[in-house]
């Protein structure tokens, strides 16, 4: 045994060693040379701290665009929610809105056509919507065509409510951007559109009246606008004209957003209520069917309101410019009042005789 | 009527009172139903097209805020979709709006097509569908905007348009018919494979190649027009048009698709889907019934897949045919094979596939492409190596390459190549086996490439000890017996037959003399003049005397050439009893014969032996051969002097053959007859060598074999395209290797396909694994009332006793239970 052992320790020196396919054998006169050494990892570089002093929160701590992006939620409690919280957020910094119009309009717009909209969110809706449209009518001109888009698309929904409120916007929208919505021949066609086939629609008359009424009443204060000075005398003696010259063109031309690409409504003016006697007759094939109605119900608080309403229809037709065009405008134009005329010689109506002497004028 | 006055009554009772809370009028149902309203719509579009008018305006709003802002949110896709598919479904009865919902449609698709969610993309393209069929919409503007979006990268969209596209072009085209509409897209198409897009290119070849497999556009224009997408840029596009024209796959392997017999089983039993269906509905339904169908339905399903495949077979032989200037196209294909560009081996592979396949069909002159294979710096010489990848199939375009027109010598460079890298004995049998036989289809297309010495080699491997190799030789051998005997050594030649002699079935006499006919072969079986008479009313008449005249000149020239025994006629006999038409006259005939018959038997006798001390000879080594060489040559001049008479009287029904062609016009009938005569002919002649070789060697089944491959083989060159396939080269006799156990678990897979499992079936109702005890708690209380009641009543008395006690002692004001009396 022990000799055995002595015989391999002296082979050792010149046993082969066994290799391995695939294995590199170290060499055993070389210095390792290699250093080891850990790392330093950075998991963040330092950070500037900005934006926080500025950015505004809502109560629940969620920016501008979060909410933005909560509106659009399939919960009904958590879009309210975001609705109340964008409120505050847009109340606390007004100058917010101005600067994310372009976020926030479609995102809020698109809210008027959700059907599960209860009524207590629809008036927050509404509110809110009110609070942009404090904007001015320079910034909101490149937004205005999608929030009229959105508005009128509720305005033609199935829904008897999403109806109603969007009849609401479009009066807000009417009432505070009576510019942008003169230009917009999307609205006006469907104005007409949804007052022509109003008849199921159960809003309070009131509304619709109010609605209408302020809906002529952007054309007709076009109509009023219309003063470019035609004739200027000037006398050389005193050095002075009879009238100052403007000389900036009418205010929808200066709109520097306004280009006919970007829009789909192109140059509104050319298809306004009082230029065209097409249009003309349309809205009035359109009103009078509703007033007669209307005035048939016979209810006393509503009197003033159909009074202003056919007055303004007849100042229209009084201040058609290209009456002319057409050569049996008047004749359709008869055609156009007749409901009107007709609900005048019921009984019901002779008590009401504002109402009456209204439609009169408006025959003559 | 009713229905609208009614509607109307309706009308008046709603309007006055808006929304009543609670009360769900009609209106409100509709309002949440489109499919309801739908339904309305359509029983009666007129008095309900307020409400369509009131779904049309949203969906106009819509359309135009989509103008300004296509991105939409989530949420508001799915009614749109809802709003789409109403108003598809129900706006073709109101002409204006059809009209303008299309073409709202189109503009919407046109410019924002890229941001609009792929949903309503796909919803607005296939509501533009009916209003298409209805002529709402020009069939070529939604054509063309159809390749528009094409361009988008929506992968259903595209395959929703491809297949719209191809449903109409088979409405167009086989239903209505018009061929003008039809021209005008096929011209389309061919403008848009111009297209800078390849997205575009590709859409519109697919169309093509659809349209003219299932036969809307099957002209030689389309044919064209898809074969400039063979040297499109891009390969994907090439590959399309390339396998266009070589065909299905299994078609190159010469795999065999369903036969007519399978189809024609099918129709036995075969009922179509809808009857199956039908039958399975109205009977009573059971396991079995139920298992039957779905087997039905497959069986079904496939057929349908295999007729699909056929009918690429059979329309790419067409498309080549077709082409224009075939010589400038494989002109054009060879330069690309030639480049050096990178590009994949398949996509290579498959231009030398069409290569080849077009050079064989239509007899091009590409020599090129054979003296490539011999210059060692070619690339197809580096193909051809036994362990190139793919090397079958190359060898298999080598051969589909080679035809009758090409120079012998180049052809005698490419055999030699591939003798040289297969056929040697330092390779493995596979690899032998698979060069000796793609030398003999190259060798079958062009028979005088063949040189004696290299056949000479070839033919000594029909010893070999692989079965595969040696019958892969035997093969060569049977093949140049009929082609080119002399080639080959005296003992492997064989007996000549009749035809031989007359040298009658070869197409070719030398390299470029194609064997000129001055006569219809087998016209003889006609009368030298026709009767005069109509046509049509005498025909049986004429035929018999036709083949009372035919048949006398036909048997002469058997008799000289046959050597029928009593066996024989008794065969014979059996055979014609069968054709009826033909029975007296052969009978008289074989009478006849007899006396020759006789005569001749002797001689036969004499054949016979020596036929085998032939065959014994062959099967001894060389160096005895030359020592009976003499006595061997004797016995040949013996019978070529034998042949030489048979050929003499053979001439005689030649020249009536001669007279009867040259005489006058054959009728359809006569070819019918003659062709009749031909295949009896080749039967006969057949059996008859058959019996001479029983008569001096046993002969195997494997002779057997090789004789009907050699046949079919040329059956296949008549008939198709001529070329060989895949099966010709990779062909072998015996199996090369057991199978592996993957292979045999596929099998086993594959046969356990729609096979219910063994053992107990697996149950699945509502009661399935639950006691009765408790089934019985779920069940209403009356059922299982009486039940519980009897229960009661069978206490023991010992019960009803305790029981009366506690009662009374409660009755008493004591407490009941362990109270002791």
Known sequence: MGSKKKKAQKNAAFKKTKLK???????????????????VVLLTQLEEQTGSTTAVYSYRGLSLDNLCQQLGHYSKSVRKNAIVGAKQILTSAPHLIEAHLRTIIPSFARLISMTDTDSATHSQLKSLLELVCTVPPMSMSPHF?????????????????????????????LETYPALCRDSTDLFQTIIHFVSTSRKTNHSTKILLDFITSFLKIYDEECAVVSHCIEVRLSTEEGTLSKRIDMCPPAKLMDPFDFPVLTTSNAGASSSLFTSPET?????????????????ENDRNLTEHIVRLIDLMKRGVERQPNKFMMTDFDERYASACDPLLKAARIHSLKDNKKVLAAIATLSQ | LRVTTSRHLFKMSVVPIPQASGKINKFAMT??????????????????KEEFLEQYEHFMQTIKLLHLQPVQHRMDVQPLLDSITFLSGVVVFFKEEAKAFGDQMLTVLREQATGLDPHVRMAFCKALIPLRNKNFIEPLTLLELFFELIKLEDKHLRKFILSSISSHLKVICVQKKNLKLAGKIQNFCFAKLKDSRSIVVRCAQLILIDAFRKKYFRDTKTANAISEGCFHKVPKIQVAAIKFFIGSKSDEDGEEELSDDDENGGEEDGKTLKEVMNAFRYAKKTKKR???????????????KAKKESRGKECNLLAVQSLYDAQEFGDRLFKMLESTKVEKFEVRLFRLALLARIIGIHRLQTLQFYSLAVFPCSYVQRYLQPKQRDVTRILLYAAQACHELVPPDTIENLVRCIAYNFVTDRNSPEAITVGINAIREIFNNCPFAATEELLRDLSQYKTYKNKNVSMAARAIITLFRQVNPKLLHKRDRGRLTAEQMEGEDREYLDFGVPAVREFVPGAECLPEEREENGEMEVDEEEE???????????????????????????????????????????????????????????????DEEEEEEEEEEDEEDNEEEEMKGPIQSMKLKKRLRKSEMKAKIATVPKEKAVKVSEGRILTQEEFKKINQFQIKKALVSQKKIAREIVGTRKRTLDDDRLDEEYEEKRQRRIEGDGLPRLKDIEHFHKKMRRATKEERMESIMEGREGREDYGKRKKNGPHVGKTNRENAKKKVFNMVKNKIRGKNRQRSFRDQQTSLKNYLLKQAGRKPGNAKL
């Open chain 1, 145 to 173: 065509p999608l929030f009229v888009a959105h508005s009128l698309r509720g305005l033609t929904h199935s829904h008897e409510s999403v109806r109603t409120f969007a009849l609401t916007v479009v009066h807000l929208l």
């Open chain 1, 21 to 39: 396919v695939g294995k590199i054998l170290k060499k055993t006169n070389t210095t390792d040379a290699t250093v080891e050494s850990r790392k």
């Open chain 2, 290 to 304: 139920e298992r039957d169908l779905e087997k039905a339905k497959k069986t079904l399903s496939k057929k349908k």
């Open chain 2, 31 to 48: 309002e949440r139903h489109l499919g309801f309203l739908q339904e309305m719509v359509r029983k009666n579009p007129e008095s309900y």
């Open chain 1, 280 to 296: 003309l007759l349309n809205l009035t094939q359109a009103l009078s069917p509703l007033v007669a109605r209307v005035a048939l």
């Open chain 2, 544 to 606: 018999e005397k036709s083949d009372e005249e035919g048949w006398v000149d036909v048997h002469h020239a058997e008799d000289v050439s046959d050597k029928e025994g009593e066996e024989g006629e008794d065969e014979e006999e059996e055979d014609e009893d069968e054709e009826g038409e033909w029975e007296t006259d052969d009978e008289e005939d074989v009478e006849g014969e007899e006396d020759d018959d006789d005569e001749e038997g002797e001689e036969e006798d004499d």
